[in-house]
Structure formats: structure tokens, C-alpha cells
Nanobody, 123 residues
């Protein structure tokens, strides 16, 4: 079993930056691919970014490409999401997720989820 705990959310003005962290329990973190998803009120949960177990390969949704960066530190069992140039439309609850294998952008193929952290971007 893997437990994921997100932190780093908050309120920021448009154009600002935040860094989200996701700490994982267990000794299997380095074998898991990790993803960030977000869910705005009244909308489906959507893919934001993903990183392979090695950290070599990353993927992003078109809406965040060039502004967000996903990274991981396997020694610390932590994955990060650096969010720059934030926009009001980035407002959502952000979730960290982990998968043993599967399609990186498909939320149904993730095995473990965190509880989420709120990000609010004011205009």
C-alpha cells in the first residue's frame, strides 16, 4: 500500500507561482510513475503532468505546458509540481497519483491517490 500526501497549495495572484509537493510512504516509490491531476468545481478531474519512475520522461497537458514543471526526488520519496505564471483557470484541487504501469494521462489507470490540495488563483 502506498499513501500520498500533498502540500503546498494556497491562494496566489495571477502571474504568481506555487510549488506543490507530494510525499509518498513505503519503499516502492522509486518504481512508481507519478502524476498530477486537478479538478475544478463542476468539472471532471483532468490530467496535468506525469513523470516516469526514473524521472527521465515527463508529460504535460497542453494547458500547462511551458508553465508547469514536474520533478521527483526518489531519495526523499517526493514528487513536485512547480507552477509558474499561474492563471485564474488553474484554480482547482490538485491531486497526486501513482501507478505501477498504464497510460500516464488516464486517471482510471492510477492505483493510488492523495487527498488533494487547493490552489486558488485570483485575478
Amino acid at each position: 500500500q502506498v499513501q500520498l500526501v500533498e502540500s503546498g497549495g494556497g491562494l496566489v495572484q495571477a502571474g504568481g507561482a506555487l510549488r506543490l509537493s507530494c510525499a509518498a510512504s513505503g519503499r516502492t516509490f522509486s518504481r512508481l510513475s507519478m502524476g498530477w491531476f486537478r479538478q475544478a468545481p463542476g468539472k471532471e478531474r483532468e490530467f496535468v503532468a506525469a513523470i516516469t519512475w526514473s524521472g527521465i520522461s515527463t508529460s504535460y497537458a497542453d494547458s500547462v505546458k511551458g508553465r508547469f514543471t514536474i520533478s521527483r526526488d526518489n531519495a526523499k520519496n517526493t514528487v513536485y509540481l512547480q507552477m509558474n505564471s499561474l492563471k485564474p483557470e488553474d484554480t482547482a484541487v490538485y491531486y497526486c497519483a501513482a501507478q505501477w504501469s498504464g497510460t500516464y494521462y488516464a486517471k482510471r489507470e492510477y492505483d493510488y491517490w492523495g487527498q488533494g490540495t487547493q490552489v486558488t488563483v485570483s485575478s
